[in-house]
């Protein structure tokens, strides 16, 4: 590979990553058109990374192709939410389970820091809970595939965190798993992340119905 072949791709990957943070937050939304002309003309590049960041994300599954129409941002459905949150709920039970067993007092520190969910910034302190969870877990592979499929279901969990209650109850319920993390109960931090996820997957899914309506 050319230095010129490896600096434009490294260049995609960048690109990739900026269109990547403005989908998942929100801000380029389900169904949204990504002009390759406007994204050159926005970003001052040139269209053949952009093209290449578009063919990225289409394989993450955020980006889909049109024929003849182009590339635009994927819809999260309702019923994708739900099943994504099932897989989430098994993945994260499990490394629950594993940092009840293994975890040390300075990595329940670190963890009880994380345990809070601000009214402000719900998404982001849950999105830090939950990485800090999966890094404790110690599992490369776990890790992987959860992140994964979180990174998939921000979109909709972004449109939840507005739901009146919705981040008062998840500090509650962060709160029951780290009791018994502490306690080095298994069952019960395993038990407890899965009505965490349950109630966060419920609550998505209605906020997504309830956008999908309106539009």
Partial sequence: MS??????RRFSDDFAGILRRRILDGEMKGGDRLNEVQLSNEYGISRSPIREALM????????????GKGAFVREVTVQEVRELGQVREALESFAVELVAQNATPEQLEALAENSGVGASSGVVSDDDFHRTILDLAGNERLT????????RLRMARSRSAGVPGRVED???????????????????ASEAMRS???????????????AQGEN
């Avoid at 289409?58 to 980006?63: F, S």
């Avoid at 992987?144 to 990174?151: E, G, K, L, M, R």
């Fill in 3 to 8: 230095e010129a072949t490896f600096a434009q």
């Fill in 170 to 188: 998840a500090a509650a319920e962060h709160a029951a798993i780290l009791t018994a993390i502490r306690a080095g109960d298994t069952s019960a």
């Fill in 56 to 67: 990225a994300l289409a394989g993450e599954g955020l980006v889909t192709f049109v024929a």
């Fill in 144 to 151: 992987q595939y959860a992140s994964h499929v979180i990174a």
């Fill in 196 to 210: 965490h996820l349950r109630a966060a997957t419920e609550s998505a899914s209605a906020a997504l119905e309830q």
